[in-house]
């Protein structure tokens, strides 16, 4: 059995994370489903552990989900981190450029040198083609860089001209990040379903869900406030499925 909690864990959240997981194995345990003791901190790669028939519970993202993920895993619930302009269960990317740019909104962008995390992340990359595409606006993929605070000091080293991060992340790189001081929000995207919490396929949803429900519900205010919890919500998978995916495709980065 694996258990992963990967997209907002880093140092500071980390201790938290743990204290989550705990709270929800113990409520999977009760209900007779065996779960991991720790987190899985170890994946070099994380689809095939997301398509592992012994996921027990992970954390995923809207592109790989609608791309590859939804006809093999379970949609469990959406966590709510209480972003502003967002609907419950929501999340945008933020663009980001360096402060002492002297361009002024995303139009001016058109052509620059565009950061990605990755070319299968929604708030990376699908988001902010389909936003730049609405624009009539290019945003080529310059840079792959393998995570959103690689972005982002991508943008500030200026590697490159623009990224576009997590809504979530990018709360959590200015609040233990100084240096994001050297960044600028210049336009934001259209809120989409939030990055859902799944588990293998065939297993019940209504089980998992209540399990991490109640240990959000049983976090203390100092985690929550670490994570930026506010609740669990139900996003229905077809939700998940509606959201467009861009006409560009990241190219696939390159291998030793």
Known sequence: MT??????DRAETAAAND???????????????????????????MMPHWLSPDLVFSQTC???????LHHHVTL????????EGCPPGHYRSVFVARRD???EGLQAFDGARFAYN??????????AQVHAEGLGISLPASLCSGGHRLSAHAVLEGAADLAALDAVTWRMLSRWEPEMAGLRVIALTEPTPGLPFITAGGRSVDVVFAAAEAAIEAL??????????????????????????????????PTD
Do not use: C, H
Not at 62 to 68: D, E, I, L, N, T
């Open 101 to 103: 740019d002297p361009r």
């Open 118 to 127: 990755e070319g299968l992340s929604q708030s990376g990359w699908a988001a």
């Open 76 to 83: 469990v619930g959406t966590p709510d981190y209480g972003l």
């Open 220 to 253: 203390s205010p100092e985690d929550r406030d670490l994570l930026g919890l506010r609740g669990l919500v139900r996003i229905a998978p077809e939700t998940y499925l509606a959201v467009p995916n861009p006409m560009a495709v990241a190219p696939e980065p």
């Open 3 to 8: 258990a992963s909690l990967p997209m907002y």
């Open 62 to 68: 809207g592109f790989p989900y609608r791309a590859k």
């Open 19 to 45: 204290r989550l997981w705990a709270g929800i194995r113990d409520r999977l345990r009760q209900a007779g489903i065996d779960a991991p003791e720790a987190l899985n901190r170890d994946l070099p790669e």
